[in-house]
Every structure is written in structure tokens, then in C-alpha cells.
């Protein structure tokens, strides 16, 4: 009862009041979900968080684009909340981060429920949708999400195939869809969105290592080396010399270097199966990730990849 009154105080008109009652029910949620038994989770998932996450994500993408008059005597609205559009952005955030935070720190209670598969997937559509919109707060939040459910890493045994078959499929989706944009005209994800995206490879991995196959990885790379090339604009530009580290290369080129040089190791590790794929006539699946992402060459670390990836090195 006191979390299905709080859902449906989420969706209230009043951005404070939506505001204050999500961050109260997921704070309740995670500090006393504890006595919950199998009926009780199932109840949760399905009366209460994803048909709030449903009302928000419609309240959100139907909300107007009309800057909201505060009136005289109000209180200034900062232009980033001054559109209904930007305050159910914000509840948006709020609701499905909360969510993948549940997923994240009671995930032994939910991977023993019957409906885990369908409230992973269900999930995963919500995210996807969030990561692949137009809106920037909700697109980098929805990626943050996506990496929040799979902190931390999964072991592959604990979803099936299929699960992870359709993960790495959104994963895959939601990069292609952001780099493609940016090639049609449209102005693109920012660095750090695709520097999340990169960063979350990295989550993903462990659990994925042995079904990847050399056309995922092709795929992966695709969206990689569209990235990479992705004008800055001037905040991600200025971001980029902000945060950029000591070797010169961009918090992106980091990532995807970091994301690469997982890949590579395990690759050189698992098994000689995985080396011969290196030196096969597909290897260039890699090679280009070097070549197009790390530039010139000069950094030490692009040079320690292709001596990695060369024939001679094994």
C-alpha cells in the first residue's frame, strides 16, 4: 500500500511533489525490501515500478515544449526546468535510475523470481527507448541506468543465452542508432554519451566473452570508428581538454582504448582458438580500431595494441 500510494505520487502534476515522492519510494524500497517475500517482489515490479515507469514515459515524451510562465510572484524557473517537457525529463531520470539501482542492489532476490526474464527485458526496452532519444539528459541517464543494473558485473550463468543474446542486442542497437544519427546530419550524442557507451563494454563483457562472435565484434567496432570521427562541439571540446589525461587522448579515445585492451587480453588469454582469430584475414575487425580511433600512432599504448594484434607478437 505505502508503495503504491508513493508510485502514484510520481506522476502528480507538481514537479517538487514528483520530485520528493520518487526519491522517497526508492530509498524505501531499498532500505526495507529486505522482508519482502517472491509474491510480494512480483507485486512490486509489475502493480507498482514499471507501470509508473510506463505513465512517466508517456507524461514525458506527450509533456509540452511551451516555456511554463512562473507568474508574478513566483519563483524564477532555471532554464533547464522551464518546459513541461524538461521537468518530466527529470522525473524520467529519476524513476528509471531508481529502478535500475533496484535492479543492481536486490538483484539475488529478482533473478529467483518466474518473471525475471520478462522484467529484464522489459528493462532493457525502457532503456533503449531513454538511451536512443533525442534529449540529452535522458539519453545519458538511460545509458548510466543500463550500466548501474550491471554493477555489479554478472557471471554468465546467471541469465540464459537468450537474455544475454537480447542484452548485447540493445547494447549494439543503441550505438549504432547514436552514431548513425550523427552521420545523417542530425547533431549527434555528446563525448560523454559515447563515452559512457564505451565505458559500459567494459561491464558488459565478462559476462559475454565466450559467445561473442567475429561479427559482434565487427559491429562493435563499426560503431567504435563512427564515434570517434564525431565532431566536437565546443562544450564536448572543452570538456575533452578538461578531462583529458596525460597521454593527450580525449576521455572517448581512453575508453575505447581501456575497451580494447579488455577485449585483446582476454581475447590473447582465453584460449589459442581466440589468438588464431587474430591472425585470420578477420583480424582487421581489430586493426582498424586502431588505426581509425588512436590516430598517429605516437601514443605508446595505440603501438602496444598492434603489436598485440600482429602475427609476429604471438
Known sequence: MVYSISGELCVDERPAVRKSSGQTLFSTIGAHSGVLGERSYEAVLWQVLFPLLEAVDTAWKNARS?????????????????????????THVLVLSGIARIFSSKRSSLLSLPSFPRAWTLLLNFIAG??????????????????????????????????????????????????????????????????????????????????LSPSDLAALN???????VIPLTAEGASSSLLFSSDSSMSPLQ????????????????????????????????????????????????????????????H
Not at 222 to 228: C, G
Not at 295 to 304: F, L
Request: with cysteine; glycine share 6%.
Open 66 to 90: 511551451e516555456k511554463v510562465d512562473g507568474g508574478s510572484g513566483s519563483l524564477l524557473i532555471h532554464h533547464s526546468r522551464n518546459t513541461e517537457h524538461k521537468q518530466w525529463a527529470e
Open 130 to 211: 531513454g538511451a536512443t532519444s533525442a534529449n540529452d539528459e535522458v539519453s545519458f541517464a538511460a545509458l548510466k541506468s543500463f550500466q548501474e543494473a550491471l554493477t555489479p558485473p554478472f557471471s554468465n550463468s546467471m541469465m540464459t543465452p537468450e537474455l544475454w543474446r537480447s542484452t548485447w542486442n540493445v547494447y549494439l542497437d543503441i550505438g549504432a542508432k547514436a552514431v548513425t544519427s550523427a552521420v545523417e546530419g542530425s547533431r549527434g550524442p555528446t563525448q560523454a554519451y559515447l563515452t559512457a557507451y564505451a565505458h559500459l563494454f567494459v561491464a558488459l563483457f565478462p559476462a559475454l566473452q565466450s559467445s
Open 222 to 228: 563499426k560503431v567504435f570508428a563512427r564515434s570517434l
Open 254 to 313: 581512453d575508453a575505447v582504448y581501456f575497451a580494447y585492451n579488455t577485449l585483446i587480453q582476454v581475447l590473447i588469454i582465453v584460449s589459442c582458438a581466440y589468438c588464431c582469430f587474430l591472425h585470420c584475414t578477420k583480424r582487421s575487425v581489430l586493426l582498424t580500431c586502431v588505426y581509425t580511433p588512436l590516430g598517429s600512432g605516437k601514443d605508446t599504448r595505440s603501438s602496444k595494441i598492434v603489436s598485440w594484434c600482429h602475427p609476429a607478437a
